[in-house]
Structure formats: C-alpha cells, structure tokens
C-alpha cells in the first residue's frame, strides 16, 4: 500500500490555442472504500490560473489553503495577480521545503500568461518541475493518462475540442482504474474566461 | 550479548557493536572506530536466484466482423539494455489464429514449443487443424498446468472462429481467460488499453458506433504503438501486425522509434 494511492486521483491539464484546459475525476476514497464523489481536487487561484491537486486528500486540502494563503500575500504586497510561471516557482520551493517529510501530492498547473499563451507544468512530490507545451497528466493512473493524451493531443485545439479531447481522455483513462472516476470536472480557460463542466461517466 | 561501557567521549562513533536488524534476525557486527556505515554493508542478507526475467514489449489484438488484427513491437530487452531490435512476438498457432506473447522470452518460446507439438497431435489424431476457440480453451489449461511455476508468459490470442468471426481472447499468466472484443497485454498495456476502449468500444462516446474495417484499425493501432513507443522505454523499434482472414494470414511491418 503506497500512500500516494490511499485516496486516489486523475488529472490532466492540456494547452489548445490561447486557451488551457484542466480536468479531474472526483472520487475520495480510503483504499477501496469510496467515501464521496464529488471531492474538488482542482483549485482556482487566481482568474487565469488554475492548480490540481493529486493524491493524499489531506494534503490536497492543506495545500490549497497554504497556496490561497500565499497568493493573497503576495496581491496585497505586489498590487498585481500573479503569473503562472511565478505560481509554478512558488508551488516547487514550498514543496522542497519539505524535502525530507514532504506532502504527499503531485501538482499539475494551467494557467496564461497575461498575452493569452498557455502555460502548464506538472511537479512531484518534492517539487521537480517539468514545463511542457502539450498536456501533463497525474495522479494514479498517468500510464493510461499519458496513453490517451499522446494519442488524442493536437496542437492548436480551438478551446471547444480542447474540450472534447481532455474528456475523452479523462474518461477513458479513469474507467480502467479502480482507485479513480465517479464523474469527472473540467475547466477550459481563456482570456475571456473560465467554462466549467461536470461529466457524466461510469459511477464505479 | 555483550554490551561494552559507553567509550568516552572521542568519536562519533559509539563503542558497542552496530545492531543490524534484518531478515534473518538481529546481529551485533563489531565494527572499527569512527566507522560511518554501521554494519549495514556487513550484514548478512537472503540472496535469491529468481528463475524470472522480463524481457518487455507490448501486444495487442482487436476483432472485426470477418477479421482479427494481432500486433506486436519487435523489441527485446533486459533491464535497460536492448537485446535486439527484430525478434517476433507473434506465432501462428494454424491458419487462423495467432498467439501474441510478451514476458520471459524463454518462457515464450517453451510455451510456443509445446502449443505447436499439441496442435500437431491434434492436427494428427482428428485430421483437422484445431479451431481458435479450441486453440483458446488448450492455451489456458497449457498455462495452469504449470499453476505452482508460472510460465512468465502475458498472452492475447486472436483469429477467425468456426462461424467466420473474429475472436480475440486475454489470458492471465495462468491460464484465466475470455473472449473479449479485443485485448492488450504487456509493458504497455496500461497506454493502449483505454484507447482502445474508447475507439474501438466506443466507450463514453456520443456520436453513433459503426463497424471498423480492418485497414482502419491497423491505422489506430500504428498510433496506438507510437503512443506505447513513447511513453514506455521496452516498446520500440519496429510493429509487427498479423491480419487474420478468412483466407490467411497477412503480414505487415511498420517502424517504430529507436531510442
């Protein structure tokens, strides 16, 4: 039993054009027990950034209560939102500081740059970044995840198949998992705005 | 046990001897002063032989109307080195049905070995090639045979059956299995697995399912195995695909990447 499996999480986070997308599933379980199906797991921090939040489902929640806490600091004391690229920074050095007893979660980030250029990155646990063009996937079954994402991604997705694409994906990768599903959330973000979306998937 | 007296207070180090606690019980190892790994590389420890090694790749079959398509990568691996770039996973068992294997190469090849000195008994004794649900049901008691000592050997069986239709069968390592509409198994399974049940299932799709033909599906699976190629180090180098028809078998070969 590994602790990054006790609860159980997907997510992907995939760039289209001038627009991102973030999904995750949304069950909380403890091992096998599924104890709620609408668990948020993808957190918004600020208009154009959004952050998700994979594995110990604590930790999920102590992490986004320090990453809110953190953001306000810096608007009260900078007069200005946040970037993406500032965020991913921030997020890897809270990690690192607990390198020898870390948090147990492995985030993704999707945001744009305040032109409307996608940003996404993906982190371990102890906060190795990775800054990829195309999509970052994590949580319990990134094989599956990474299966679906390298076969659907097409570069420049108008945000409407972005869409389609990062929830065939999710849905897909989560109905081979046991650990993860009970439905899905999906975030597609452009400079206009958010649209957010529940989907309908297999309920087990 | 002896336990010295604390020595006073010169090194890092303490005087009594390092207690290692391991699997076969606890040990006091003496050790030199000052000495900074504390037994731990004097222990000592179970070593065992295991029988097992896995040689990688990935292989697949889906299932048609008329057809069965099984597809295999052409690389053999140990560790993290390449043994070769062009051995075979796919065997024809008859005219009409090929098994893919990835595992223990060895255990493979012997379980390949006996499945053809049993199709030939069979062939011989009731003048007839053996059916592919026949071939199916022989595979898995092959495979439970050695239940207590596994052949190391993850299986997708696919081909025409007595009506026409393709067949695709997924076994276990020890002989569990059942028809499926179509199969993956190996490193890369856990990359190809939901796509295929979202293309070729139609699963979570909303827009109206239809038959695959069979050059369709060997396109989604060329994409298919450059996604494996990709994303998992023991698949690569080239694609195997065995098109099993009514009339034969066909055979294509497609590159994958090297590195």
């Given amino acids: 039993m590994s602790i990054m499996q006790y609860n159980g999480a997907a997510m992907i986070a995939m760039a289209g054009k001038n627009c991102v997308g973030i999904a995750a599933d949304?069950?909380?379980?403890?091992?096998y027990q599924t104890v709620a199906m609408d668990f948020q797991k993808v957190f918004q921090m600020t208009p154009t950034l959004y952050v998700g939040l994979a594995g110990l489902a604590?930790?999920?929640?102590?992490?986004?209560?320090?990453?809110?806490?953190?953001i306000s600091l810096y608007e009260l004391r900078e007069e200005r939102t946040m970037s993406p690229q500032v965020f991913l920074h921030l997020l890897s050095a809270l990690l690192y500081e607990k390198r020898f007893g870390p948090y147990f979660c492995e985030p993704i980030v999707a945001g744009l740059t305040?032109?409307?250029?996608?940003?996404?990155?993906?982190?371990?646990?102890?906060?190795?970044?990775?800054?990829?063009?195309?999509?970052?996937?994590?949580?319990?079954?990134?094989?599956?995840?990474h299966g679906m994402c390298e076969t659907l991604y097409k570069p420049d997705m108008e945000p409407d198949a972005l869409f389609e694409t990062i929830s065939q994906a999710l849905l897909a990768s989560v109905d081979r998992d046991a650990l993860t599903g009970w439905g899905g959330v999906v975030h597609i973000i452009t400079t206009e705005g958010v649209t957010t979306k529940e989907l309908k998937g297999r309920m087990d | 046990?002896?336990?010295?007296?604390?020595a006073p207070f010169r090194s890092a180090a303490p005087a009594q001897p390092a207690l290692i606690h391991n699997s076969e019980g606890n040990v006091h190892l003496r050790q030199e002063q000052?000495?900074?790994?504390?037994?731990?590389?004097?222990?000592?420890?179970?070593?065992r032989f295991s029988p097992y090694d896995f040689n990688g790749g990935t292989t697949v079959a889906v299932s048609g109307a008329d057809y069965a398509i099984v597809a295999?990568?052409?690389?053999?691996?140990?560790?993290?080195?390449?043994?070769?770039?062009n051995v075979s996973k796919l065997h024809p068992l008859t005219e009409h049905c090929v098994l893919g294997s990835a595992g223990c190469k060895t255990d493979v090849d012997q379980l390949r070995s006996v499945l053809d000195i049993k199709m030939n008994v069979y062939s011989h004794d009731h003048r007839k090639p053996m059916a592919t649900p026949s071939a199916a049901q022989m595979l898995s008691n092959t495979l439970y045979y050695k239940r207590f000592f596994p052949y190391y050997s993850f299986n997708v069986l696919g081909g025409i059956d007595a009506q026409g239709k393709g067949a695709v069968y997924s076994y276990d390592a020890?002989?569990?299995?059942?028809?499926?509409?179509?199969?993956?198994?190996?490193?890369?399974?856990?990359y190809l697995i939901p796509l295929l049940d979202n293309v070729?299932?139609?699963?979570?799709?909303?827009?109206?399912?239809?038959?695959?033909?069979?050059?369709?599906?060997?396109?989604i699976l060329k994409d298919a195995f450059v996604t494996a190629g990709e994303r998992d180090i023991y698949t690569g180098d080239s694609l195997e695909i065995m098109i099993i028809k009514k009339d034969g078998i066909q055979k294509q070969t497609f590159a994958l990447k090297a590195d």
Wanted: hydrophobic share 30%; proline share 4%.
């Fill in chain 1, 26 to 31: 949304r069950r909380l379980g403890i091992q």
């Fill in chain 1, 58 to 70: 604590t930790d999920v929640q102590t992490l986004k209560n320090l990453l809110e806490f953190r």
């Fill in chain 1, 114 to 145: 305040p032109e409307g250029k996608p940003v996404l990155g993906g982190m371990d646990l102890i906060g190795a970044t990775v800054i990829t063009d195309d999509f970052v996937v994590s949580g319990n079954c990134t094989e599956n995840l």
């Fill in chain 2, 1 to 6: 046990m002896m336990h010295s007296a604390p």
């Fill in chain 2, 34 to 47: 000052g000495s900074i790994d504390h037994g731990v590389t004097e222990a000592p420890y179970e070593r």
């Fill in chain 2, 72 to 85: 295999a990568d052409t690389r053999l691996s140990s560790g993290y080195e390449i043994l070769s770039r």
């Fill in chain 2, 174 to 190: 020890i002989g569990s299995y059942e028809r499926t509409p179509y199969s993956a198994s190996g490193s890369g399974q856990s």
């Fill in chain 2, 200 to 219: 070729v299932g139609h699963k979570n799709r909303m827009d109206e399912k239809r038959e695959l033909g069979a050059e369709e599906v060997v396109e």
